[in-house]
């Protein structure tokens, strides 16, 4: 039995406790070994200068002076496992700067049925429904988890400040993502900073890897159907 550690819920934040799933069924992964395969991934960026993304050694390279959404091109439904390695570089780079390990999931747009329509910049995703997790926010002072209502409203669920939660530069991360039946938590290194249970969960959408004014680099990202 693999380990998901899950909340008793009423109304959110509640005392955790150990859940468990039986199995794991791989549906995607890229370990960017081949490139950026541009029929699996959709990037939104915002038109400041010099950003980009690309991939060189076998990572995905988020090299941002505005906004990024990166976004896997293929919706995810039910119960679901997304990992990923990550980390925020800080070697002398145009953009270095150790902030936003951010990300989206179960993503949706409720007047559109195309999501991609946004340019990067964060405000033009306030009317989507989703959920959202930034590590090392606003100049790595916050850490926050928010569900976005599809009408603007984009409350605060939880949010860290201390240390332990903020972003270590050059530090590679192992991030999880978990939805399951009507909980979604996120993981980092094991550790769950965020578990939610959602009185109207989001079960089906997209994930897209999210920042802003930096470069980070990602790799061996994988998802699966969990039971």
Same mark, same amino acid.
């Given at each position: 039995?693999?380990?998901?550690?899950?909340?008793?819920?009423?109304?959110?934040? *509640?005392?955790?406790?150990?859940?468990?799933?039986?199995?794991?069924?791989?549906?995607?992964?890229?370990?960017?070994?081949?490139?950026?395969?541009?029929?699996? !991934?959709?990037?939104?960026?915002?038109?400041? @200068?010099?950003?980009?993304?690309?991939?060189?050694?076998?990572?995905?390279?988020?090299?941002?002076?505005?906004?990024?959404?990166? !976004?896997?091109?293929?919706?995810?439904?039910?119960?679901?496992?997304?990992? =990923?390695?990550?980390?925020?570089?800080?070697? @002398?780079?145009?953009?270095?700067?150790?902030?936003?390990?951010?990300?989206? !999931?179960?993503?949706?747009?409720?007047?559109?049925?195309?999501?991609?329509?946004?340019? @990067?910049?964060?405000?033009?995703?306030?009317?989507? *429904?989703?959920? =959202?997790?930034?590590?090392?926010?606003?100049?790595?002072?916050?850490?926050?988890?928010?569900? $976005?209502?599809?009408? @603007?409203?984009?409350?605060? %669920? *939880?949010?860290?400040?201390?240390?332990?939660?903020?972003?270590?530069?050059?530090?590679?991360?192992?991030?999880?993502?978990?939805? $399951?039946?009507?909980?979604?938590?996120?993981?980092?290194?094991?550790?769950? =900073?965020?578990?939610?249970?959602?009185?109207?969960?989001?079960?089906?959408? $997209?994930?897209?890897?999210?920042?802003?004014?930096?470069?980070?680099?990602?790799?061996?990202?994988? %998802? $699966?159907?969990?039971?």
């Amino acid at each position: 039995m693999l380990p998901v550690l899950a909340q008793e819920a009423t109304g959110g934040m *509640q005392v955790q406790h150990l859940l468990t799933f039986k199995k794991k069924t791989l549906l995607f992964q890229d370990d960017f070994s081949k490139g950026l395969d541009t029929t699996a !991934w959709r990037s939104e960026i915002d038109t400041q @200068g010099t950003s980009s993304v690309y991939v060189r050694q076998g990572q995905l390279v988020l090299d941002i002076k505005g906004g990024v959404t990166t !976004w896997l091109n293929k919706p995810l439904q039910g119960n679901i496992l997304i990992e =990923y390695n990550r980390t925020v570089l800080l070697d @002398g780079g145009m953009h270095d700067r150790v902030s936003d390990l951010n990300q989206f !999931w179960m993503a949706t747009d409720p007047r559109n049925a195309n999501l991609f329509t946004r340019t @990067g910049v964060f405000e033009s995703y306030d009317s989507l *429904q989703l959920y =959202y997790a930034g590590v090392g926010g606003n100049t790595n002072t916050t850490t926050r988890f928010r569900k $976005y209502h599809g009408d @603007g409203q984009k409350p605060l %669920v *939880q949010e860290y400040l201390d240390k332990a939660h903020l972003l270590q530069p050059n530090k590679t991360y192992h991030i999880q993502t978990i939805v $399951y039946n009507g909980i979604t938590q996120f993981i980092v290194d094991g550790i769950p =900073y965020f578990t939610y249970k959602d009185a109207a969960p989001l079960t089906s959408g $997209y994930f897209g890897f999210r920042s802003t004014g930096s470069r980070q680099v990602i790799n061996e990202v994988k %998802v $699966y159907r969990i039971e």
